[in-house]
């Protein structure tokens, strides 16, 4: 029988336990508590926080996320610490909303009910679990392929939360990928995955006044269309600007549909931006980069105070979009990206 040991959390004052094989993250995670996390394997530092009693041992991590001044200085990654003692932590980043919407991981069986082409690179794969899944607005799974070699991948629900066994999902294809290419045939109708979550602090804040501001790239859409779809059956009374990055026209989709809410919703826009348009007069819209049009609308439009941001899509998307949010004096506790880190499909 393995030993257990107890985590407390300063300055909230929470406890749980951990078993001495597991990461504290993980056992957060079992537990229903909600932590600040991101890749979850050592690569992205959103976990990292400060142990100030108690014996931790880490397994491997990125000199990125935690280098050898703040490892000397007790800076642990929860997600790779495993501990052989009772232990206090000194969170850095800690969200009392995060704290008070824990939801329990759990795993999940699924069958593949439908895979079909949105673009030429993206895909919408949609999944019946085999039972109900609690999550919010934003969140993502992992989800495994079975067979000789195990391949997982993270991947945001489109679907919202009022939808808790049937699960869509946006993913981009790239050329060779284990998983993705599994989606043009091999992975089709009847197939079994397995599921493991909710994951994920990008989730939709509630009741909250200001604008909203969602800004996607790619297969990016998938989060921020669960997320504007749980904001509209929640009647909720916020402006919506839907910024949606692509490389040309026929890299947009759900354009009927974007059509459809602003119809219902007056205080609904969406903004496509192309980054390689032709330059011709096909296309009447926004050009250049998805962050460089925020900018500009952000100097040039009455938006508002106490806006939220929620952003996904490539890194180098969230990157350049981060210091324009903040030069725009958006405060950065209203800025809401996962820093999950997915290998090329």
Not at 47 to 57: A, L, N, Q, S, Y
Not at 97 to 119: D, M, Y
Not at 308 to 337: H, K, W
């Amino acid at each position: 029988m393995s030993e257990v040991y107890t985590v407390k959390l300063n300055p909230v004052g929470v406890e749980f336990e951990v078993e001495e094989d597991e990461t504290v993250l993980d056992a957060a995670f079992r537990q229903g508590i909600a932590l600040p996390h991101g890749c979850k394997e050592g690569r992205c530092a959103a976990c990292k926080c400060i142990v100030t009693d108690g014996e931790v041992e880490m397994l491997s991590y990125s000199t990125f996320a935690l280098n050898e001044m703040e490892r000397d200085q007790n800076h642990v990654l929860l997600c790779r610490s495993i501990v052989s003692s009772d232990i206090e932590v000194d969170l850095l980043n800690y969200d009392e909303e995060l704290l008070s919407k824990s939801i329990p991981v759990r795993n999940f069986q699924a069958r593949v009910s439908r895979v079909s082409s949105l673009t030429p690179d993206i895909r919408l794969l949609e999944i019946e679990l085999d039972q109900p899944l609690k999550f919010w607005a934003g969140q993502y799974v992992d989800i495994t392929l079975p067979g000789a070699e195990e391949i997982t991948r993270s991947f945001s629900m489109a679907n919202p939360p009022s939808e808790t066994q049937k699960l869509s999902f946006i993913i981009k294809k790239y050329p060779g990928g284990r998983f993705s290419s599994r989606l043009d045939g091999e992975l089709d109708v009847g197939s079994t995955v397995g599921v493991k979550g909710p994951y994920g602090t990008c989730f939709r804040r509630e009741n909250r006044g200001g604008a909203l501001i969602l800004v996607g790239g790619g297969s990016g859409m998938s989060p921020l269309w669960s997320i504007l779809h749980d904001h509209i059956a929640s009647g909720e009374e916020r402006p919506v600007h839907f910024f949606y990055g692509a490389r040309t026209q026929t890299d947009l989709f759900y354009l009927d549909l974007f059509a459809e809410v602003a119809r219902s919703n007056p205080r609904f826009t969406f903004i496509p931006v192309l980054s390689h348009a032709p330059d011709d007069a096909a296309w009447q819209g926004e050009r250049g980069f998805v962050h460089e049009v925020v900018d500009d609308h952000l100097r040039r439009f009455a938006y508002g105070e106490d806006l939220d941001v929620y952003a996904c899509g490539p890194e180098p998307m969230i990157e350049a979009l981060t210091p324009v949010l903040q030069m725009n004096d958006v405060s950065s506790d209203r800025i809401f990206f996962d820093k999950f880190t997915p290998a090329r499909a």
